[in-house]
């Protein structure tokens, strides 16, 4: 479970945190997808040798407050900057 992350704004770095006290980079090897199961997704991220991390909700809706600052959105998809590396937090309604 990611529980909490550290922003930089100036180099647009993401860190993001573990309920386990692990700590790792939002970037191309560790990426965050949009998973569905039944109707709904779920965001997570790939926190080690393909663990999945579920991000929490507080900590998504935060994610998605950085991106709609960052304007980073392609099309009718809103997306963040981390590491060089852009990832989709889903559609715009």
Same mark, same amino acid.
């Given at each position: 479970m990611i529980t909490d992350f550290h922003y930089d704004k100036n180099t647009k770095e993401i860190v993001l945190d573990t309920n386990f006290d692990y700590s790792f980079p939002l970037n191309q090897e560790h990426p965050l997808t949009l998973k569905k199961i039944k109707n709904?997704?779920?965001?997570?991220?790939?926190?080690?040798?393909?663990?999945?991390? /579920?991000?929490?909700?507080?900590?998504?809706?935060? /994610?998605?407050?950085?991106?709609?600052? &960052?304007?980073?959105?392609?099309?009718?998809?809103? &997306?963040?900057?981390?590491?060089?590396? /852009?990832?989709?937090?889903?559609? /715009?309604?």
């Amino acid at each position: 479970m990611i529980t909490d992350f550290h922003y930089d704004k100036n180099t647009k770095e993401i860190v993001l945190d573990t309920n386990f006290d692990y700590s790792f980079p939002l970037n191309q090897e560790h990426p965050l997808t949009l998973k569905k199961i039944k109707n709904d997704e779920f965001p997570i991220v790939i926190v080690r040798s393909n663990l999945e991390g /579920l991000i929490s909700r507080s900590v998504f809706y935060k /994610l998605i407050d950085i991106a709609v600052n &960052q304007e980073n959105n392609s099309g009718n998809t809103l &997306q963040i900057k981390s590491f060089n590396s /852009l990832h989709n937090l889903g559609s /715009l309604a």
